[in-house]
C-alpha cells in the first residue's frame, strides 16, 4: 500500500469551489471530508480535515480514499454517484449533492431511518416548489396569495398567460417558453423561502440553525474553559457566517421581487440567477453537520471532546464571498484561522462503530 499524501499545512481557498463541497460521509476518517473536481479531467479529489491530529488536511484523489481509510458501504456508494455525476459534466454545487446523497440514501446503505428520511424530504422538496411556483403566478397575475389558489386554476393561468405576453415579446422567446421558464425559475430558488415556503426552505432552515448554535455555543464556552477557545472559534466564524449568508439571501430575494423583470433576466441569462440562488447554500455549506453536533453533547467530557469536533469542521471563508456580496477586501475572511480549530483527532479507530452510527443518524436528520 502506498504512503499516503502530505498534509497542507494551511488550507486557505481563494474561491468556494476550491473549498469544495462538503459530503456527509459516515466513514469516521471522513467526517467532515469535502470534495472539489481535480486537475485531471472528470475526476473528483477529496479533502480530509485533520486527520492526523497536525495542522490543515490531507487532499487526494477521491479513488484513492481507501489509502487512508475503509469507508463504508454507503460511502463507497456516495463516491461511485458523485464520480457519475462529476463524469457526465454535471454541475456540482450543495443542492446537487444533497439530491444525490438523497437517493443513495433511499438504498438503504446508511440504514432506514435515513432512507425513510430522504424520501420524506424529497416529497416536501416537490411541494416547496410548488409553493415557490404558485408565489410566483400569483405575483405575475398580480393577485393575492391564497393558500387554496394552485396553479392549474384556469383563471390564474389566464391571466398569467396575458402577462406574459409582453415579457414573451421583449424576450422573443413565445408564451409557452414563458410558462416554462417560470416554473424552472421558481423551483431554482424555492430553498430560499419564497411565500408559504418561508421558514421551510433548507437555507431558511439552516440560517435559524446556525443562530441557535452561536447562542449555545456562547453559553457552553461561557461555563467551561478548557473548552472556551474552541467555543470562541466556532462562535466567531459562525457569526460571520450568518451575517453573510443573510446578506446573500437579502440579495437573492431582491432579484426575484419585480417578477416581470426577473422572468426576463430567466430567459436571458438563467446562470445569474442560479448563481445568486445558490450563493447562501455555499456559505452554509459544511455548518448543518456542525449544527448537528451541538445537539450530541450531554456532558462535560463529551463538551470539550465535542467542541473540538466542531472547531476542526469549521470551514474558511474564501475571499470570493467579498466579490460576490460587493464587501470591502478583506471582510469575508477577517475570522479565517492561521490553523483549523483544535489539534486533536477526528474520532476514529475503536470508536467506529459508535461514530458511524453518529453519522448515520445525523444523515436521517439532515437528508
Given at each position: 500500500m502506498s504512503e499516503p499524501p502530505p498534509p497542507a499545512d494551511t488550507y486557505q481557498p481563494l474561491t468556494f469551489r476550491e473549498r469544495g463541497l462538503a459530503v456527509t460521509f459516515t466513514t469516521p476518517l471522513l467526517s467532515g471530508a469535502r470534495i472539489r473536481p481535480a486537475h485531471k479531467p472528470s475526476s473528483l479529489e477529496v479533502i480530509v480535515p485533520n486527520p492526523s491530529g497536525k495542522r490543515g488536511v490531507y487532499i487526494l484523489a477521491l479513488e484513492s480514499v481507501r489509502k487512508i481509510c475503509v469507508p463504508t458501504l454507503h460511502d463507497t456508494r456516495l463516491g461511485t454517484a458523485l464520480e457519475t455525476h462529476h463524469g457526465l459534466d454535471y454541475p456540482l454545487n450543495p443542492a446537487e449533492i444533497r439530491r444525490i446523497?438523497?437517493?443513495?440514501?433511499?438504498?438503504?446503505?446508511?440504514?432506514?431511518?435515513?432512507?425513510?428520511?430522504?424520501?420524506?424530504?424529497?416529497t416536501a422538496n416537490k411541494e416547496l416548489g410548488?409553493?415557490?411556483?404558485?408565489?410566483?403566478?400569483?405575483?405575475?397575475?398580480?393577485?393575492?396569495?391564497?393558500?387554496?389558489?394552485?396553479?392549474?386554476?384556469?383563471?390564474?393561468?389566464?391571466?398569467?398567460?396575458?402577462?406574459?405576453?409582453?415579457?414573451?415579446?421583449?424576450?422573443?422567446?413565445?408564451?409557452?417558453e414563458m410558462v416554462s421558464g417560470l416554473e424552472q425559475?421558481?423551483?431554482?430558488?424555492?430553498?430560499?423561502?419564497l411565500g408559504q415556503s418561508t421558514s421551510s426552505g433548507f437555507v431558511s432552515r439552516n440560517l435559524a440553525d446556525l443562530a441557535d448554535l452561536i447562542t449555545l455555543v456562547g453559553h457552553l464556552g461561557a461555563v467551561s474553559a478548557v473548552a472556551a477557545g474552541d467555543a470562541r472559534f466556532v462562535v466567531t466564524n459562525a457569526e460571520l457566517t450568518l451575517s453573510l449568508a443573510r446578506r446573500a439571501v437579502g440579495t437573492?430575494?431582491?432579484?426575484?421581487?419585480?417578477?416581470?423583470?426577473?422572468?426576463?433576466?430567466?430567459a436571458m441569462h438563467?446562470?445569474?440567477?442560479l448563481e445568486a440562488a445558490a450563493r447562501p447554500e455555499w456559505l452554509l455549506d459544511g455548518w448543518p453537520r456542525i449544527c448537528m453536533l451541538s445537539r450530541t453533547m450531554s456532558g462535560q467530557g463529551d463538551l470539550s471532546a465535542t467542541l473540538a469536533e466542531m472547531a476542526i469542521l469549521v470551514p474558511p471563508i474564501p475571499p470570493q464571498a467579498d466579490d460576490w456580496l460587493s464587501l470591502p477586501s478583506g471582510t469575508s475572511t477577517r475570522a479565517n484561522?492561521?490553523?483549523?480549530?483544535?489539534?486533536?483527532?477526528?474520532?476514529?479507530?475503536?470508536?467506529?462503530?459508535g461514530i458511524v452510527a453518529r453519522n448515520e443518524q445525523f444523515l436521517a436528520m439532515v437528508a
Open positions: 446523497t438523497r437517493n443513495v440514501l433511499k438504498e438503504g446503505f446508511a440504514g432506514r431511518s435515513a432512507a425513510l428520511a430522504a424520501s420524506t424530504v424529497t410548488a409553493n415557490a411556483h404558485r408565489e410566483l403566478l400569483t405575483q405575475l397575475a398580480g393577485v393575492a396569495t391564497g393558500g387554496a389558489t394552485g396553479a392549474d386554476t384556469p383563471a390564474l393561468q389566464v391571466m398569467v398567460r396575458d402577462a406574459m405576453a409582453p415579457i414573451a415579446l421583449e424576450t422573443g422567446r413565445n408564451v409557452d425559475m421558481a423551483y431554482a430558488v424555492a430553498e430560499l423561502g437573492a430575494m431582491a432579484g426575484l421581487a419585480d417578477v416581470r423583470r426577473a422572468l426576463v433576466d430567466w438563467p446562470a445569474l440567477i484561522p492561521q490553523h483549523q480549530g483544535s489539534r486533536g483527532t477526528m474520532p476514529n479507530g475503536a470508536m467506529m462503530p
